[in-house]
């Protein structure tokens, strides 16, 4: 359950430009029908046309957008009230009839200090712009709208809450980015060919659940975190077209009956992307947000496909699944040359690695206490061991993977201090370590 | 010569002969730059890096020790630093650090520690001597882990024992305290000492010794030893401690859990004990021969061991007869000693009764006839005094007292002698003084008086005011000479016939002790003139000036005197001492409350001019190491001076006044009115620091926050009430250090809990009606919050570096 204070504090750090995309969203999809009705013709998204301003500009603090004789302008700036005299000063000899004033501050009782005195903002508006209708929506108010299950996808798209139910494309790109074991080694490059691709394979129709598959699992995962890149890419300087959602992973571990469908818009086409499929156990129940405009896909290793599909038909009615491959992903042919190499590449890797790992468990024994963010034990070792910080680092996480060591607060400590000192005695009997490298 | 503690510690735990080879190198480094340093500071910091892996190298660590006994001591190093000047480490300092880490490689390198330690307990200096006597302890003592996890067995104790037997009898003479230590550990029956169980358990165990062979051989030898050296001694105290030391044999484990073995190893050791008792007590003819004191402590031994079924034997009950049966010791132990041991099967009031029969009975018996007889035994048991606590000299005195009382004349001629010959009675003058006086005996105390004032003995002087303190109900204007008044004021002022006294500037506590006593006893005989005497003994001894208000204090209790019915000089007297006083302990305060019963504004003159004083001496002296200790407002307060003060109608009023003088900065004043409000409490800090707040002038809001400072009662309205008033940051930052304050928590996770709540406590402001103050609370929330997570992870950081350096 996302609260209304998560929101606030993600609005307090949302950029100038992702707020008025934001603010720009919920204006097209109905959010404040007293001002624009929903669909309603708006500029395009992000010019002032009057200035001809372009996203090129999106690191100002503050931006505009104009409909007709209806005058939206959003900011950031934290002294809101100093802002929004800026605008009506600049405003103040135009023909506006709905002005409105959007910020990501707390308004609170909407009260602005001018000469000293402190009066209503809206009625301040009134006067000094002529029109009748002056709205100023504040932090409360887009809390309130982003609390309405009608633009979850907005908030989703914008805000990135960790507590909602499914990840956004970012979201989804920070989970394989930060977990080692989701990191792949195919070139970038490849990677957006692969997503061309599977754009091209793949089109929205709700109608269909897709059960898309392949045996390089890693790549496909990031070839659909490409995809969505794509997409927004595209999406930049309009409304949004389409949302893509990811479910968290690895989401057996959920129970699916405190979520709610909400979570995917009824009127909007979306694409619910359910990854890891092989690893969950309820399966069916995902069949839930196969909505009206929603299209779910099913993504799993190819060798778990039929097991993925029976899963998904258990829930006793009877569905339709469409196979979706891109052979491109695995359709590399590897000579008998290149993979001895890589074989004898692994065994040379592996070996490496165990004796530098012993080695290390040894220094992190003789340096013990060993506080993480000691940045000149760290230096030591690295000299020792002649490796770089992201090699230690990576030292560090096997050592932790493998149950050999765990961590409190900055302490790194070792499960089996004996057997390290052990190693350690041994490397300096056979001179692997020395003492004066050793000794800071 | 940086190298990292842990690190060291890390390659000598190894226990690889690399490691040992470099730490040998390393050590030897050490030994040449602490031959070259030029000051005790880096020779210091060599040691604390040796002490990190000493065990490795003992050998270096006796060579580094020998140079630093040896070398010519060097005087600190004068260290500047912003916050003043402090001294370097001293020569003293060397040793004594020297010391600690010779203690460490005690059983490694025994011979060359023992050599080193006997000679630094010979060392003048109380400190070093002690601590290197400490040493001898440690290694004498009957250690669990020595005994249970090691092999060294009795090793330790066999060694000692050859170490002090190889020396000659001239030379245990000189090393008399180090034989004392060691022997007094080496009887001892029980074993005692402490393991971890695990990072957070300490288990102390205390056992029994095992009676083998071996032990029984140390013990014997040990009894031996002390009874060759006995009759050496010519010193009665030290002969005194030989016996006290003896006695250890024949004590009883201190855990119950023992068998008849050691029981019979006891007595076997008690048996060995008596023969040698009967020698030193009794010449060849069976002749009592040595002191009584001496005899008496043997006597109370066998006393304690007779009243133990299983240690009552034969030849105890014999000895202890034999020796009460000599007639002089009988005398000795009638007039001195403790009460407790001179009691047989009756109880307490038979006793007493039995004791004070015998002593009239003694006064009976003094006639002309036998006085010469008298003076010698009466000389003999006053010469104890060198020996003996003087509590144990109570019964003395009333026998001397009722002597003068009873028999003046006979009295007289013993005391003259006394004094004529100089001897050991002349000390108990003032017993006599006191028996002239309650047999009304004018013209022999008068007698006394010329004497003393004759010899210009200024603490016989002392005697002459005790004697005029009398006791019980009495009327002081008739027992009470106008003549003896005089005499005090003479005393008091240094004059006339007792001028003799002003050579001595510092004057000798015991007789500022009498004097105050006696003057404050006899206020009512003449209130204005000793009020004057009060008042100039006082100001003449400001050294004694604790003492003199502890007296004063007494003599209100006791009803003497009444301070609060002082002359407004004397009590502007009081007052501006009371302000003088380092600290105003219980009875100043008590003395304090007595003075301003009827007069409030001397009792909160006297905090002012304290905090005052406070502030501008602190203003004048910044030092780091300051030993004028100054305490404005005391950490004890006398719980019936602060209901007063506390429930005065003026005090709130008062307090706001000084207020105009805080200060926006932090400083001493600021500070002990704090403390001043937060010790006497009644309305609450917050009640008389919003006055202040009211003002919402950004000094007045600065001043709160310097004055809430560490005596914060923990109530976060008036904080709330601050940050409504205002935006400043230098203020609020001041109130959030404020805020901060957890008092005394307890547990692993105490300050990440305090913090937790606090946290909790603010959430109730977050509605509240000002902006200003919900930012502010909400802010401080947050910082609450992380500040727990950060606690909390350093807790966690601490109990895992227990757990580190519990399992290596």
Same mark, same amino acid.
């Given at each position: 359950?996302?609260?209304?204070?998560?929101?606030?504090?993600?609005?307090?750090?949302?950029?100038?430009?992702?707020?008025?995309?934001?603010?720009?969203?919920?204006?097209?999809?109905?959010?404040?029908?007293?001002?624009?009705?929903?669909?309603?013709?708006?500029?395009?998204?992000?010019?002032?046309?009057?200035?001809?301003?372009?996203?090129?500009?999106?690191?100002?603090?503050?931006?505009?957008?104009?409909?007709?004789?209806?005058?939206?302008?959003?900011?950031?700036?934290?002294?809101?009230?100093?802002?929004?005299?800026?605008?009506?000063?600049?405003?103040?000899?135009?023909?506006?009839?709905?002005?409105?004033?959007?910020?990501?501050?707390?308004?609170?009782?909407?009260?602005?200090?001018?000469?000293?005195?402190?009066?209503?903002?809206?009625?301040?508006?009134?006067?000094?712009?002529?029109?009748?209708?002056?709205?100023?929506?504040?932090?409360?108010?887009?809390?309130?709208?982003?609390?309405?299950?009608?633009?979850?996808?907005?908030?989703?798209?914008?805000?990135?809450?960790?507590?909602?139910?499914?990840?956004?494309?970012?979201?989804?790109?920070?989970?394989?980015?930060?977990?080692?074991?989701?990191?792949?080694?195919?070139?970038?490059?490849?990677?957006?060919?692969?997503?061309?691709?599977?754009?091209?394979?793949?089109?929205?129709?709700?109608?269909?659940?897709?059960?898309?598959?392949?045996?390089?699992?890693?790549?496909?995962?990031?070839?659909?975190?490409?995809?969505?890149?794509?997409?927004?890419?595209?999406?930049?300087?309009?409304?949004?077209?389409?949302?893509?959602?990811?479910?968290?992973?690895?989401?057996?571990?959920?129970?699916?009956?405190?979520?709610?469908?909400?979570?995917?818009?009824?009127?909007?086409?979306?694409?619910?992307?359910?990854?890891?499929?092989?690893?969950?156990?309820?399966?069916?129940?995902?069949?839930?947000?196969?909505?009206?405009?929603?299209?779910?896909?099913?993504?799993?290793?190819?060798?778990?496909?039929?097991?993925?599909?029976?899963?998904?038909?258990?829930?006793?009615?009877?569905?339709?699944?469409?196979?979706?491959?891109?052979?491109?992903?695995?359709?590399?042919?590897?000579?008998?040359?290149?993979?001895?190499?890589?074989?004898?590449?692994?065994?040379?890797?592996?070996?490496?690695?165990?004796?530098?790992?012993?080695?290390?468990?040894?220094?992190?024994?003789?340096?013990?206490?060993?506080?993480?963010?000691?940045?000149?034990?760290?230096?030591?070792?690295?000299?020792?061991?002649?490796?770089?910080?992201?090699?230690?680092?990576?030292?560090?996480?096997?050592?932790?993977?493998?149950?050999?060591?765990?961590?409190?607060?900055?302490?790194?400590?070792?499960?089996?201090?004996?057997?390290?000192?052990?190693?350690?005695?041994?490397?300096?009997?056979?001179?692997?370590?020395?003492?004066?490298?050793?000794?800071? | 010569?940086?190298?990292?503690?842990?690190?060291?510690?890390?390659?000598?735990?190894?226990?690889?002969?690399?490691?040992?080879?470099?730490?040998?190198?390393?050590?030897?480094?050490?030994?040449?730059?602490?031959?070259?340093?030029?000051?005790?500071?880096?020779?210091?910091?060599?040691?604390?890096?040796?002490?990190?892996?000493?065990?490795?190298?003992?050998?270096?660590?006796?060579?580094?020790?020998?140079?630093?006994?040896?070398?010519?001591?060097?005087?600190?190093?004068?260290?500047?630093?912003?916050?003043?000047?402090?001294?370097?480490?001293?020569?003293?300092?060397?040793?004594?650090?020297?010391?600690?880490?010779?203690?460490?490689?005690?059983?490694?390198?025994?011979?060359?520690?023992?050599?080193?330690?006997?000679?630094?307990?010979?060392?003048?200096?109380?400190?070093?001597?002690?601590?290197?006597?400490?040493?001898?302890?440690?290694?004498?003592?009957?250690?669990?882990?020595?005994?249970?996890?090691?092999?060294?067995?009795?090793?330790?104790?066999?060694?000692?024992?050859?170490?002090?037997?190889?020396?000659?009898?001239?030379?245990?003479?000189?090393?008399?305290?180090?034989?004392?230590?060691?022997?007094?550990?080496?009887?001892?029956?029980?074993?005692?000492?402490?393991?971890?169980?695990?990072?957070?358990?300490?288990?102390?165990?205390?056992?029994?010794?095992?009676?083998?062979?071996?032990?029984?051989?140390?013990?014997?030898?040990?009894?031996?030893?002390?009874?060759?050296?006995?009759?050496?001694?010519?010193?009665?105290?030290?002969?005194?401690?030989?016996?006290?030391?003896?006695?250890?044999?024949?004590?009883?484990?201190?855990?119950?859990?023992?068998?008849?073995?050691?029981?019979?190893?006891?007595?076997?050791?008690?048996?060995?004990?008596?023969?040698?008792?009967?020698?030193?007590?009794?010449?060849?003819?069976?002749?009592?021969?040595?002191?009584?004191?001496?005899?008496?402590?043997?006597?109370?031994?066998?006393?304690?061991?007779?009243?133990?079924?299983?240690?009552?034997?034969?030849?105890?009950?014999?000895?202890?007869?034999?020796?009460?049966?000599?007639?002089?010791?009988?005398?000795?132990?009638?007039?001195?000693?403790?009460?407790?041991?001179?009691?047989?099967?009756?109880?307490?009031?038979?006793?007493?009764?039995?004791?004070?029969?015998?002593?009239?009975?003694?006064?009976?018996?003094?006639?002309?006839?036998?006085?010469?007889?008298?003076?010698?035994?009466?000389?003999?048991?006053?010469?104890?005094?060198?020996?003996?606590?003087?509590?144990?000299?109570?019964?003395?005195?009333?026998?001397?007292?009722?002597?003068?009382?009873?028999?003046?004349?006979?009295?007289?001629?013993?005391?003259?002698?006394?004094?004529?010959?100089?001897?050991?009675?002349?000390?108990?003058?003032?017993?006599?003084?006191?028996?002239?006086?309650?047999?009304?005996?004018?013209?022999?105390?008068?007698?006394?008086?010329?004497?003393?004032?004759?010899?210009?003995?200024?603490?016989?002087?002392?005697?002459?005011?005790?004697?005029?303190?009398?006791?019980?109900?009495?009327? +002081?204007? %008739? /027992?009470?000479?106008?003549?003896? &008044? !005089?005499?005090?004021?003479?005393?008091? =002022? *240094?004059? $006339?016939?007792?001028?003799?006294?002003?050579?001595?500037?510092?004057?000798?506590?015991?007789?500022?002790?009498?004097?105050?006593?006696?003057?404050?006893?006899?206020?009512?005989?003449?209130?204005?003139?000793?009020?004057?005497?009060?008042?100039?003994?006082?100001?003449?001894?400001?050294?004694?000036?604790?003492?003199?208000?502890?007296?004063?204090?007494?003599?209100?209790?006791?009803?003497?005197?009444?301070?609060?019915?002082?002359?407004?000089?004397?009590?502007?007297?009081?007052?501006?001492?009371?302000?003088?006083?380092?600290?105003?302990?219980?009875?100043?305060?008590?003395?304090?409350?007595? +003075?301003? %019963? /009827?007069?409030?504004?001397?009792? &909160? !003159?006297?905090?002012?001019?304290?905090? =005052? *004083?406070? $502030?501008?001496?602190?203003?004048?002296?910044?030092?780091?190491?300051?030993?004028?200790?100054?305490?404005?407002?005391?950490?004890?307060?006398?719980?019936?001076?602060?209901?007063?003060?506390?429930?005065?109608?003026?005090?709130?009023?008062?307090?706001?006044?000084?207020?105009?003088?805080?200060?926006?900065?932090?400083?001493?004043?600021?500070?002990?009115?704090?403390?001043?409000?937060?010790?006497?409490?009644?309305?609450?800090?917050?009640?008389?620091?919003?006055?202040?707040?009211?003002?919402?002038?950004?000094?007045?809001?600065?001043?709160?926050?310097?004055?809430?400072?560490?005596?914060?009662?923990?109530?976060?309205?008036?904080?709330?009430?601050?940050?409504?008033?205002?935006?400043?940051?230098?203020?609020?930052?001041?109130?959030?250090?404020?805020?901060?304050?957890?008092?005394?928590?307890?547990?692993?996770?105490?300050?990440?809990?305090?913090?937790?709540?606090?946290?909790?406590?603010?959430?109730?402001?977050?509605?509240?009606?000002?902006?200003?103050?919900?930012?502010?609370?909400?802010?401080?929330?947050?910082?609450?919050?992380?500040?727990?997570?950060?606690?909390?992870?350093?807790?966690?950081?601490?109990?895992?570096?227990?757990?580190?350096?519990?399992?290596?």
């Amino acid at each position: 359950m996302v609260s209304d204070q998560q929101i606030i504090q993600k609005l307090k750090t949302i950029d100038s430009c992702r707020f008025e995309l934001m603010i720009d969203n919920l204006f097209h999809q109905g959010a404040f029908p007293e001002i624009v009705n929903s669909n309603a013709s708006i500029e395009i998204f992000g010019v002032n046309v009057e200035k001809e301003r372009t996203r090129k500009s999106s690191l100002r603090s503050d931006a505009e957008l104009i409909t007709g004789e209806v005058k939206i302008e959003s900011s950031t700036q934290e002294n809101w009230q100093l802002k929004l005299k800026e605008v009506i000063k600049k405003n103040k000899d135009r023909v506006i009839k709905k002005f409105v004033f959007c910020t990501n501050q707390d308004t609170g009782s909407k009260q602005i200090s001018v000469n000293r005195k402190s009066i209503d903002a809206d009625e301040y508006c009134r006067k000094n712009l002529h029109c009748n209708d002056c709205f100023i929506i504040g932090q409360q108010i887009l809390v309130l709208q982003l609390q309405n299950p009608i633009f979850f996808y907005i908030r989703r798209n914008f805000l990135n809450i960790s507590e909602d139910f499914f990840y956004s494309v970012e979201g989804y790109k920070n989970v394989l980015n930060q977990n080692s074991s989701l990191v792949c080694s195919v070139d970038q490059s490849e990677i957006e060919r692969y997503a061309k691709v599977l754009s091209d394979n793949l089109t929205f129709d709700p109608a269909q659940t897709i059960l898309l598959h392949n045996d390089d699992y890693i790549t496909l995962l990031h070839t659909i975190a490409a995809l969505g890149c794509q997409q927004i890419n595209n999406d930049l300087q309009n409304t949004i077209s389409q949302d893509l959602c990811f479910i968290k992973w690895p989401q057996n571990r959920v129970n699916l009956e405190n979520v709610s469908t909400s979570e995917v818009n009824d009127s909007i086409p979306t694409i619910v992307f359910i990854w890891g499929a092989h690893e969950i156990s309820n399966l069916s129940e995902y069949l839930m947000f196969n909505k009206q405009k929603a299209m779910l896909i099913f993504v799993c290793k190819s060798a778990f496909k039929d097991d993925v599909q029976n899963k998904i038909k258990n829930f006793g009615g009877s569905i339709t699944i469409q196979d979706l491959y891109i052979s491109e992903i695995d359709k590399r042919e590897v000579s008998t040359d290149e993979r001895e190499t890589h074989k004898q590449k692994i065994n040379t890797v592996v070996e490496t690695l165990t004796e530098i790992l012993l080695k290390y468990e040894a220094l992190v024994y003789f340096y013990s206490p060993f506080y993480t963010d000691d940045s000149g034990v760290k230096k030591k070792i690295r000299s020792v061991l002649q490796i770089d910080q992201n090699k230690l680092n990576s030292l560090n996480k096997l050592l932790l993977q493998n149950d050999l060591a765990s961590i409190t607060g900055r302490i790194l400590w070792l499960k089996q201090p004996v057997i390290a000192k052990e190693l350690l005695n041994d490397y300096l009997d056979n001179k692997t370590l020395n003492i004066d490298d050793l000794i800071t | 010569m940086k190298k990292n503690k842990a690190q060291l510690r890390k390659l000598m735990e190894l226990n690889n002969q690399k490691a040992d080879e470099y730490l040998a190198k390393f050590a030897c480094e050490i030994i040449a730059d602490i031959k070259k340093s030029k000051d005790n500071d880096s020779i210091l910091e060599n040691l604390d890096l040796l002490k990190e892996f000493i065990y490795k190298v003992p050998n270096e660590m006796i060579e580094i020790m020998r140079y630093i006994i040896e070398k010519k001591p060097t005087s600190p190093v004068i260290h500047k630093s912003k916050f003043g000047e402090f001294d370097g480490k001293s020569h003293k300092d060397l040793i004594l650090i020297g010391i600690e880490l010779l203690d460490h490689i005690r059983y490694i390198v025994h011979d060359e520690v023992l050599e080193l330690i006997r000679q630094l307990s010979q060392w003048e200096d109380s400190e070093v001597k002690n601590k290197a006597l400490e040493v001898i302890k440690k290694f004498a003592k009957y250690d669990f882990n020595i005994l249970t996890k090691s092999k060294i067995g009795y090793g330790a104790q066999r060694e000692i024992l050859n170490f002090i037997k190889q020396w000659s009898s001239n030379k245990q003479k000189q090393n008399f305290d180090f034989i004392i230590t060691a022997t007094k550990e080496l009887l001892n029956s029980s074993i005692e000492g402490n393991t971890w169980k695990d990072e957070k358990t300490l288990v102390y165990h205390s056992g029994v010794v095992g009676p083998t062979d071996f032990l029984k051989r140390i013990r014997r030898e040990t009894i031996e030893l002390l009874f060759e050296l006995y009759p050496t001694i010519k010193d009665s105290k030290k002969r005194l401690q030989i016996i006290s030391t003896l006695e250890e044999a024949t004590r009883r484990p201190s855990n119950v859990l023992y068998g008849d073995d050691v029981t019979q190893m006891i007595l076997d050791d008690i048996d060995q004990l008596i023969e040698n008792y009967r020698s030193i007590v009794f010449n060849d003819s069976q002749k009592m021969r040595e002191e009584p004191a001496i005899v008496a402590e043997i006597e109370k031994g066998l006393y304690w061991l007779a009243r133990n079924e299983k240690f009552k034997t034969q030849k105890v009950i014999n000895l202890r007869k034999d020796i009460l049966k000599d007639s002089f010791y009988s005398l000795f132990r009638l007039l001195v000693g403790d009460p407790v041991t001179y009691k047989e099967e009756e109880g307490w009031d038979t006793a007493d009764k039995k004791r004070a029969e015998a002593i009239a009975e003694k006064v009976l018996e003094i006639s002309e006839k036998n006085l010469r007889g008298w003076i010698t035994k009466l000389n003999i048991i006053a010469e104890q005094k060198e020996i003996t606590e003087e509590w144990h000299f109570q019964e003395f005195k009333r026998f001397l007292r009722k002597i003068a009382k009873e028999k003046s004349a006979l009295a007289d001629n013993i005391l003259a002698n006394a004094f004529k010959k100089n001897r050991s009675l002349k000390a108990f003058t003032a017993n006599f003084l006191d028996g002239f006086r309650d047999s009304t005996e004018f013209d022999l105390w008068d007698k006394y008086v010329t004497e003393i004032i004759k010899r210009k003995e200024a603490l016989l002087v002392s005697a002459i005011c005790f004697s005029l303190n009398l006791a019980g109900e009495v009327d +002081l204007k %008739k /027992e009470i000479r106008n003549r003896d &008044i !005089e005499l005090l004021n003479d005393i008091v =002022k *240094k004059q $006339n016939t007792f001028a003799f006294l002003r050579t001595n500037k510092d004057g000798h506590f015991l007789l500022h002790y009498a004097l105050i006593n006696t003057l404050t006893r006899n206020y009512v005989r003449s209130p204005k003139k000793i009020e004057g005497l009060i008042v100039e003994e006082m100001a003449r001894h400001s050294q004694y000036i604790s003492m003199y208000f502890q007296n004063l204090q007494m003599s209100t209790w006791k009803k003497w005197m009444d301070v609060s019915k002082w002359s407004e000089k004397g009590a502007e007297f009081l007052k501006q001492q009371m302000i003088e006083l380092p600290s105003l302990d219980w009875h100043a305060q008590g003395l304090l409350l007595n +003075l301003g %019963k /009827e007069n409030f504004t001397i009792i &909160i !003159e006297v905090f002012l001019g304290r905090i =005052k *004083k406070d $502030n501008e001496s602190k203003k004048r002296r910044r030092c780091l190491l300051r030993e004028d200790r100054y305490e404005a407002v005391p950490y004890h307060f006398n719980p019936d001076l602060r209901e007063h003060i506390a429930s005065h109608p003026c005090y709130k009023k008062v307090v706001c006044e000084w207020f105009t003088e805080a200060t926006v900065d932090w400083s001493v004043y600021n500070w002990d009115i704090g403390q001043f409000l937060q010790r006497v409490g009644g309305p609450s800090l917050s009640e008389i620091l919003m006055s202040l707040v009211e003002k919402g002038d950004k000094d007045s809001l600065m001043k709160v926050t310097r004055i809430m400072g560490p005596f914060w009662d923990g109530n976060f309205d008036l904080c709330i009430e601050i940050a409504r008033r205002t935006e400043n940051e230098k203020i609020l930052g001041q109130l959030e250090s404020v805020m901060y304050a957890t008092g005394v928590v307890s547990g692993e996770y105490g300050i990440s809990e305090a913090y937790e709540r606090k946290a909790k406590d603010l959430e109730q402001y977050t509605r509240d009606k000002d902006p200003r103050a919900r930012k502010f609370v909400e802010k401080m929330i947050k910082s609450f919050k992380e500040g727990a997570e950060r606690e909390r992870q350093r807790a966690d950081e601490e109990i895992q570096l227990r757990k580190i350096e519990f399992e290596g």
